[in-house]
């Protein structure tokens, strides 16, 4: 039986980001620390079929939108692999402490985020919307 505290990732985005993760800390020698946090999340989630993520679930690709705690305002980002990501246009990094926060986390999660900056706070996720990318093109893009 699932909790809501369960991180949940479907075997398509686990296996796309675990090649990912495969020599990231290699070739991006900055991001090494981003990419152990990654993979022990990856680690520690309930992998399911992709087919059975809920949709009210954050998978890659997905649109969420979130609050900030108590009082802050709502932010909508998709959740993007590293090389799509760009923070102007809403598109966050799975890699960025706000994409590892929100993944595989349900509608009504209440997180809380690290910045590098040493910046702590809560957000909880009010809606998502999951994008219809392709095993094929997940794989590709990781």
């Known amino acids: 039986m699932t909790s809501r505290n369960d991180i949940l990732i479907s075997a398509c985005d686990a296996q796309a980001i675990g090649l990912m993760l495969g020599d990231w800390p290699r070739r991006h020698r900055l991001e090494q620390e981003t990419a152990a946090e990654l993979a022990t999340t990856i680690a520690s989630a309930r992998i399911v079929a ?83 990318v392709s095993n094929d093109e997940a794989l590709a893009l990781a």
């Open 50 to 132: 992709s087919d059975e993520l809920a949709h009210d679930v954050v998978a890659m690709d997905s649109t969420v939108t979130y609050v900030e705690i108590p009082d802050g305002g709502a932010e909508t980002v998709r959740i993007v692999y590293p090389v799509q990501a760009n923070a102007g246009a809403g598109r966050v990094s799975v890699l960025s402490p706000i994409g590892r926060a929100l993944l595989g986390r349900f509608v009504g999660s209440v997180i809380d985020v690290l910045l590098p900056t040493g910046r702590q706070f809560a957000i909880r996720i009010v809606e998502v919307s999951r994008g219809r």
